[in-house]
């Protein structure tokens, strides 16, 4: 048996075969859930992506600045799956922030960028989750979002970093908000993968020299297979009582000074 038998998964931010989402939905796939993908912008790379599962999994549409689009998210699903279907858990991986916004100077960045970055990086898990709530059935099920170690300043991430540290502070209120419906809500603090999104911030390179002499643990940065496990697991039944929690998946990096 599969951790995730009898589950069935909403999972956003598949780009390429490289995406940390990928990772989750292949292994989630692997271990027995029905996986439903959405997708934002070229809707047809996504749909290419996704014929490199394992099971060809659905894919809409979703643009999560549209009040619009995420009022319909749930009956567009539905329309997938089953008009009475439920889902039991959902991926965030959304994150986008203007050029301004990444790289040196930090001091040089608008105001609308930031508010950009913010909207699409961290409110969106609020309004993903209120998008999704219909899905889920009384039974509850699992919050799962991707951040990058938001208690320290990062060289070159910015205005990224400030939006991740605000999407760290709204999972911890949607775990007590969501609770008393039998949702968890947890994030992944990820170590560097080489990724699409990686690719756009300016200075990648320095994170991945820091940790490979600090990181205690192996840490393979063209393998996101550490991280698609860890949401795996959080995704299904094993750790009914942790939310609100950041769980690192970075080699161990985070607990190492010098």
């Not at 969106?124 to 999704?132: G, P, R, V």
């Not at 993968?193 to 991945?208: D, L, N, Q, V, Y």
């Amino acid at each position: 048996m599969g951790l995730l038998d009898g589950k069935r998964l909403l999972i956003t931010g598949v780009i390429t075969d490289a995406s940390i989402a990928f990772s989750v939905a292949k292994i989630a796939q692997e271990q027995g859930a029905e996986v439903v993908l959405t997708g934002f912008g070229r809707m047809s790379l996504v749909e290419r992506v996704a014929k490199r599962l394992p099971v060809l999994a659905p894919v809409v549409e979703l643009d999560v600045t549209s009040a619009e689009n995420l009022e319909s998210l749930a009956s567009r699903v539905r329309e997938q799956v089953g008009a009475s279907a439920t889902i039991d858990g959902v991926l965030h991986s959304i994150g986008f922030a203007p050029a301004s916004c990444l790289g040196e100077p930090f001091l040089d960045a608008p105001a609308a960028d930031a508010n950009n970055a913010f909207e699409v990086s961290a409110f969106s898990l609020k309004s993903l989750a209120a998008a999704t709530l219909p899905l889920f059935s009384p039974q509850g099920g699992s919050i799962v979002g991707l951040t990058f170690d938001a208690a320290v300043a990062w060289p070159a991430y910015n205005w990224m970093g400030v939006a991740k540290a605000a999407l760290e502070a709204t999972s911890r209120y949607l775990a007590r908000e969501l609770g008393p419906r039998n949702i968890r809500v947890n994030l992944i603090a990820a170590g560097p993968i080489r990724t699409m999104a990686a690719k756009s911030i300016p200075g990648f390179a320095a994170f991945e020299d820091a940790r490979a002499p600090r990181a205690p643990h192996n840490w393979d940065i063209n393998d996101a297979t550490a991280v698609g496990r860890s949401a795996v697991a959080l995704l299904s039944d094993w750790l009914p009582a942790t939310t609100g929690e950041i769980v690192h998946v970075d080699g161990g990096f985070h607990a190492i000074g010098v």
